[in-house]
């Protein structure tokens, strides 16, 4: 791990930009609120299922397991 001088902390300079900051806290918020609606739809003794049988599936769903299963290829070496 590399040593950080002190006199080269006040040349750095990190660009935030609010308007993203906010805009991200509203989509955790909207996150957030998306859940916890969902939770009390489903009730306090639901359990999800053990195993997923895509071929049961609507088309839109086997087609939203298909692009899971893609970007979680992509970003994750087993």
């Known amino acids: 791990m590399p040593l950080v001088l002190p006199s080269s902390l006040t040349q750095l300079r990190i660009n935030l930009d609010i308007l993203r900051v906010v805009g991200y806290r509203q989509w955790c918020n909207k996150l957030w609120n998306d859940v916890r609606f969902a939770m009390t ?22 087609w939203i397991m298909s692009v899971l299963n893609k970007a979680i290829s992509k970003n994750v070496n087993i």
């Not at 306090?44 to 609507?58: E, F, G, H």
């Open 41 to 62: 739809k489903l009730g306090d003794n639901y359990t999800p299922p053990t195993t997923i049988q895509p071929q049961k599936m609507p088309f839109t769903c086997q």
